[in-house]
């Protein structure tokens, strides 16, 4: 049974990327289970891509079926993003501030970065210290314009891009709609943020 699970497992995380190791739980020696006269049928449970402890469901299908769960722990070493330094919060990222160390992503919470460009150019939501396994929920968009900022305003028609300067009423990252008030017509335009202290408006 155990050898049926191991190899159920082997077979589920032959795919996933770097080192893979499969402990399966020992078998309670007081079961009295009866000898299957047909090779165990082994199913996962779950597949956690990040290994952990999984479940294996064991079948026997010869005449006097029965039905056996094998727990295991699974722990799959990849490596993933880590500050080299500490980082305050809503510091910018740069590839000075990363390394790549392997790491047991089945103890691990939320969803790692494997590839340093990922972070470069990202916030820090909070202060992190060094050596911290970096996750998509530690990093967000950088602010580039904040509220009450000077923006260069740009408005395009065709070949024909008008600049101005507007007074920004709320702050954004690249690519958000923000409020700008114009300075010159006092009047308030949508406008995307494409840049430190610069937004497109949207007609």
């Known amino acids: 049974m155990r050898q049926a699970a191991l190899s159920e497992l082997q077979d589920a995380y032959a795919q996933e990327p770097g080192r893979v190791e499969i402990d399966v739980a020992s078998l309670d020696p007081r079961l009295q289970i009866p000898v299957c006269q047909e090779p165990l049928s082994a199913s996962l449970n779950q597949h956690n891509a990040n290994g952990g402890r999984v479940t294996v469901r064991l079948e026997c299908r010869d005449d006097s079926p029965w039905t056996r769960h094998v727990a295991a722990s699974v722990r799959i070493f990849q490596d ?89 009423l709320q702050a954004g990252e690249a690519g958000k709609q923000i409020p700008v008030r114009n300075n010159n017509s006092n009047r308030v335009v949508q406008a995307v943020v494409t840049g430190a202290g610069e937004a497109q408006v949207i007609f």
């Not at 047991?104 to 396994?133: K, M």
């Not at 065709?158 to 600049?163: E, L």
């Open 80 to 168: 993933v993003v880590i500050s080299s330094r500490a980082l305050a919060r809503g510091s910018i990222v740069s590839a000075g501030d990363l390394s790549l160390r392997e790491h047991d992503i089945s103890s691990l919470r939320g969803q790692v970065i494997r590839d340093p460009e990922v972070a470069v150019g990202q916030a820090v939501r909070r202060a992190v210290s060094a050596d911290t396994v970096l996750n998509v929920d530690l990093l967000e968009a950088p602010t580039l314009v904040k509220r009450g900022d000077t923006v260069v305003l740009v408005a395009e028609r065709g070949s024909i891009a008008i600049r101005g300067t507007g007074t920004a």
